[in-house]
């Protein structure tokens, strides 16, 4: 099945500001937005952003999604060290009947 | 305070079959669909399976239909995944996951390992 694209890596220095995307298409990303969770080495997935492009409660507020058309993005202002982490988008798709994931991207905070 | 605590994975010839389980606390287990997602070693997150609340609709991956199947039991507050023709590409992290619209609460995993 397929899924959806992310960029492998993405590097920015301390305090900058980092987007990420994830591609999809019509019967996913399109249809009902890509959700982002965030995972650091050895620890399970952490859910930022809803598909709604919402937070959940506790997320801190320099962490931002929105979506274009069949592309999803997630914006993280201020990076902190603790940003540092694998980053995976995931979206339900219609004509799969089955939820995809994104590859993901490797942030590396320099 | 929502958990969810995997249990069952261990080593596994090919070929062989496991059965794990999820306990959920802290939440009403039954209003809610439930998933299991997987992780390969170094690698990135694969849905498995999904189940509703009440148990009637399931949906799998397509590379473990026919092997894998899922199921719930409400007044237990478990969910479980058995597996049955194993292969060594099936090798992961399993993750229970509860699904409020999207994976909002994650399990720490159990380690399946397939390999003779």
């Known amino acids: 099945q397929a899924g959806l694209t992310q960029p492998p890596s993405v590097s920015k220095g301390l305090r900058q500001t980092a987007t990420l995307t994830c591609t999809g298409n019509?019967?996913?990303?399109?249809?009902?937005?890509a959700a982002w969770l965030q995972q650091h080495q050895g620890h399970p997935p952490k859910l930022l952003s809803y598909r709604n492009n919402n937070r959940p409660s506790g997320i801190s507020e320099r962490f931002s999604a929105s979506r274009s058309g069949n592309t999803a993005s997630l914006t993280i202002t201020g990076l902190q060290p603790e940003d540092e982490a694998d980053y995976y988008c995931?979206?339900?798709?219609?004509?799969?009947?089955?939820?995809?994931f994104g590859g993901g991207t490797k942030l590396t905070v320099l | 305070e929502v958990q969810l605590v995997e249990s069952g994975g261990g080593l596994v010839q090919p070929g062989g079959s496991l059965r794990l389980s999820c306990a959920a606390s802290?939440?009403?287990?039954?209003?809610?669909?439930m998933n299991w997602v997987r992780q390969a070693p170094g690698k990135g997150l694969e849905w498995v399976a999904n189940i509703k609340q009440d148990g009637s609709e399931k949906y799998y991956v397509d590379s473990v239909k026919g092997r894998f199947t899922i199921s719930r039991d409400n007044a237990k507050n478990s969910l479980y995944l058995q597996m049955n023709s194993l292969r060594a590409e099936d090798t992961a992290v399993y993750y229970c996951v509860r699904d409020y619209g999207d994976f909002d609460y994650w399990g720490q995993g159990t380690l399946v390992t397939v390999s003779s």
């Open positions: 019509s019967n996913n990303v399109g249809n009902q937005g």
């Open positions: 995931s979206a339900w798709d219609s004509s799969l009947s089955a939820w995809v």
């Open positions: 802290g939440f009403t287990f039954s209003n809610y669909w």
